[in-house]
């Protein structure tokens, strides 16, 4: 079996040969359902790598899928020294991540799945995981830009988190990795 690149962005060729079938049967015939696929957003370019394997499976699965941005919460320290308007801030971050996620939707999901945004505010990690559990989800496809060292120890990792706490499997999309589909 192998997957090709089109020449419209998202899009991919399945090649399969006569050994593939059972492959192919097996899928058909799959113990298990996608129903559902979460993909968190941060506008990243690694993140919309994530999505375009999200629709993939989607297509496959003849999954819906749940497009999430999360408004970070504020830091105490930036609050109380930096004098910010932190409800207007996020308010404007709000419908900016909307208005984003709906560009989305529009540009890139089109007909390859059926989609529905939503819109957190809080601790990334935690309400990606929040929201799995509320959807529910059958899968989650999270990006990650693969930190590591003192990075890793001050920012920590939302993908670690999700990876530990998700109520269902978790897809990691690394931003570079060897790539199964076109992005």
């Known amino acids: 079996m192998k997957i090709k690149p089109t020449k419209k962005t998202g899009e991919v060729v399945l090649e399969v040969n006569r050994s593939d079938e059972l492959l192919l049967t097996a899928a058909a015939t799959a113990p298990f359902s996608v129903k559902r696929i979460l ?54 971050m709000r419908a900016d991540g909307e208005k984003e996620l709906a560009m989305l939707v529009v540009d890139e999901v089109r007909d390859k799945a059926r989609a529905d ?19 529910p989800a059958d899968l989650i496809v999270v990006s990650t830009r693969g930190r590591t060292g003192l990075k890793h120890v001050l920012l920590g990792s939302v993908a670690e988190h999700v990876v530990r706490y998700a109520p269902c499997p978790v897809l990691v999309v690394r931003e570079k990795e060897h790539d199964f589909i076109a992005n």
Do not use: W
Request: charge should be negative; glycine fraction near 6%; proline fraction near 5%.
């Open 117 to 135: 945004i939503a819109i957190r505010t809080g601790s990334p990690a935690n309400e990606i995981v929040e929201v799995a559990r509320e959807l």
């Open 39 to 92: 993909v968190p957003m941060d506008f990243s370019e690694c993140s919309k790598k994530a999505l375009q394997y999200g629709l993939a499976l989607a297509k496959l699965h003849n999954s819906a899928i749940t497009l999430l941005y999360v408004v970070p919460s504020p830091s105490y320290a930036a609050v109380e020294y930096g004098g910010i308007d932190y409800a207007a801030l996020e308010a404007q």
